[in-house]
């Protein structure tokens, strides 16, 4: 069987998805502890909030802003044909702000951070030293952090987008004047009521975890003194992680249209 073959049947294995959700557990009461963060583990976080957030901030917000541009332009362009352009603003922040960019963000980071994850797991599993430190050691010292630091990204890059989104709504539509701001004002409030902004800060904070443990967690099948595992672990937590933004926001959808 191929690595891509094997790392597409971690997707079926019961097994491996209780390990990841055991692991999260763990991962999530740990990250949550003040005592976890000593000075190194403060320094691993930080380390990973910068090359995860801050290193990648001029591409992401170009990449966003571009993401904006274009299906503001596409949705107006599509209003005004079918005779609703007075709803065209809602339905621009409704797919972009709640739906588009919480996903993509979520892809951003595991395709720039979940990889890098999983792959230096996999070899602290391949090597041994998960083993030969006690699953403590490791966990808090470096996995934590870095799952911190991965799901504090998430979330400040989704929050930066929908930023970004919003104030080229406002743009696109009213122009560099503040004249429709009470109307925008009045569509934003509508859009982002109660159990939109519940539903959708819930949904943000699934993506920050899936994309922070899942990796990791797969990563520790890799087997002990086999290099030839760590392909396919670090794929598999790949599938497993773009498999479960899949699921998380096809949910969200459900619920919020059910």
Same mark, same amino acid.
């Given at each position: 069987?191929?690595?891509?073959?094997?790392?597409?049947?971690?997707?079926?294995?019961?097994r491996s998805w209780r390990r990841v $959700?055991?692991?999260?557990g763990v991962a999530i009461v740990a !990250?949550?502890? &003040?005592?976890?963060? @000593?000075?190194?583990?403060?320094? =691993?976080?930080?380390?990973?909030?910068?090359?995860?957030?801050?290193?990648?901030? &001029?591409?992401?917000?170009?990449?966003?802003?571009?993401?904006?541009?274009?299906?503001?332009?596409?949705?107006?362009?599509?209003?005004?044909?079918?005779?609703?352009?007075?709803?065209?603003?809602?339905?621009?922040?409704? +797919?972009?702000?709640?739906?588009? +960019?919480?996903?993509?963000? !979520?892809?951003?980071?595991?395709?720039?951070?979940?990889?890098?994850?999983?792959?230096?797991?996999?070899? $602290?599993?391949?090597?041994?030293?998960?083993?030969?430190?006690?699953?403590?050691?490791? $966990?808090?010292?470096?996995?934590?952090?870095?799952? !911190?630091?991965?799901?504090?990204? =998430?979330?400040?890059?989704?929050?930066?987008?929908?930023?970004? !989104?919003?104030?080229?709504?406002?743009?696109?539509?009213?122009?560099?004047?503040?004249?429709?701001?009470?109307?925008?004002?009045?569509?934003?409030? @509508?859009?982002?009521?109660?159990?939109?902004?519940?539903?959708?800060?819930?949904?943000?904070?699934?993506?920050?975890?899936? +994309?922070?443990?899942?990796?990791?967690?797969?990563?520790?099948?890799?087997?002990?003194? +086999?290099?030839?595992?760590?392909?396919?672990? =670090?794929?598999?937590?790949?599938?497993?992680?773009?498999?479960?933004? $899949?699921?998380?926001?096809?949910?969200?959808?459900?619920?919020?249209?059910?």
């Amino acid at each position: 069987m191929n690595d891509a073959r094997f790392a597409g049947a971690f997707l079926f294995r019961p097994r491996s998805w209780r390990r990841v $959700l055991r692991f999260g557990g763990v991962a999530i009461v740990a !990250a949550i502890s &003040p005592s976890t963060y @000593n000075a190194q583990a403060r320094e =691993v976080a930080v380390r990973q909030i910068y090359y995860t957030a801050w290193q990648v901030l &001029p591409g992401y917000c170009a990449a966003a802003a571009l993401l904006s541009l274009f299906l503001i332009e596409l949705v107006a362009q599509f209003a005004h044909k079918y005779g609703i352009s007075a709803y065209s603003l809602e339905l621009v922040l409704n +797919v972009l702000v709640l739906e588009l +960019v919480p996903v993509l963000t !979520a892809l951003f980071v595991a395709l720039r951070s979940g990889a890098a994850i999983g792959a230096e797991v996999a070899l $602290l599993a391949v090597s041994g030293e998960m083993e030969e430190a006690g699953a403590s050691n490791p $966990l808090h010292a470096e996995l934590v952090p870095r799952i !911190a630091g991965a799901a504090l990204s =998430v979330a400040s890059l989704t929050t930066l987008g929908c930023l970004v !989104a919003v104030v080229l709504c406002y743009t696109s539509f009213y122009g560099f004047n503040n004249a429709g701001a009470a109307e925008f004002t009045r569509i934003v409030a @509508n859009v982002f009521g109660g159990p939109e902004l519940a539903s959708f800060l819930f949904k943000c904070l699934l993506f920050g975890l899936a +994309v922070a443990i899942i990796p990791a967690a797969t990563a520790l099948e890799a087997e002990r003194g +086999v290099m030839r595992s760590l392909p396919a672990v =670090v794929l598999g937590g790949l599938v497993k992680l773009f498999f479960a933004i $899949l699921v998380i926001e096809t949910a969200a959808l459900v619920v919020k249209y059910a």
